[in-house]
């Protein structure tokens, strides 16, 4: 089975820094997903790591360690337009499990 | 626009009615994923084709659903005799087989709503 837990919510201001984690225990791993989705929009691709460390990519940065079953993502300089739905994924075999997601409010 | 599309946006039926969903992936990608998401949830898995062959189906996936893709090209998702519990958003999804990681590309979605 698939377990992948996060956050509800989280609140940040207009430039700030915010550190959204995710845990998981599932019974494949090929991979870590975040990905974003608007309210009322699919979901974006942000970030992929299979490997410990961390990937950075502008202003989004994720973190992987297999052997914690931990990811977290990072988010700086943050806009308004970064209030989202943060979702984390696993990939198994060939399909994604994903959690429930992290609700970012980001505050003037 | 080469993106993976979805139709309609939004069906509105009454309880015991028949609707059927579209999905165009993105025309390289011989993967394709139906997710279903529900208000405050992440997308749970349905159903999965490589080319015109279902895969593997989801237990959530009872038999009053069904999907198709039957060139390996669009998929369709029909939902019969829908139940208020079925509302939701059903998301299509699609990826390249072969790639160093499947990222998967989403629709835009179908928002049903059962009255």
């Known amino acids: 089975g698939q377990n992948i837990d996060q956050p509800t919510e989280m609140t940040a201001t207009e430039g700030a820094i915010v550190q959204i984690n995710c845990t998981y225990q599932?019974?494949?791993?090929?991979?870590l997903f975040w990905y974003q989705q608007h309210a009322g929009e699919a979901p974006t691709f942000l970030s992929y790591?299979?490997?410990?460390g961390l990937e950075e990519k502008g202003r989004f940065s994720s973190f992987l360690s297999r052997s914690k079953g931990y990811s977290y993502l990072l988010l700086k300089e943050l806009q308004m337009k970064d209030s989202a739905s943060y979702l984390c994924?696993?990939?198994?075999?060939?399909?994604?499990?994903f959690g429930a997601g992290t609700t970012v409010t980001v505050r003037a | 626009d080469t993106g993976v599309s979805q139709d309609p946006r939004h069906k509105i039926t009454k309880r015991g009615q028949n609707v059927t969903f579209r999905c165009d992936p993105i025309?390289?990608?011989?993967?394709l994923y139906w997710y279903r998401q529900t208000l405050g949830q992440g997308p749970e898995f349905l159903t999965y084709?490589?080319?015109?062959?279902?895969?593997?189906k989801s237990r959530l996936l009872s038999d009053r659903f069904s999907a198709e893709r039957p060139k390996g090209s669009f998929s369709t998702l029909e939902i019969q005799r829908t139940e208020q519990g079925d509302s939701a958003m059903y998301l299509c999804?699609?990826?390249?087989?072969?790639?160093?990681?499947?990222?998967?590309?989403f629709g835009p979605g179908t928002r049903l709503t059962v009255l």
């Open positions: 790591n299979v490997l410990d």
């Open positions: 994924a696993v990939l198994g075999d060939y399909k994604l499990s």
């Open positions: 025309s390289e990608h011989n993967r």
């Open positions: 999804a699609s990826s390249p087989s072969g790639a160093p990681y499947n990222e998967q590309f």
């Open positions: 599932t019974s494949g791993f090929n991979g």
């Open positions: 084709f490589q080319n015109e062959a279902q895969l593997e």
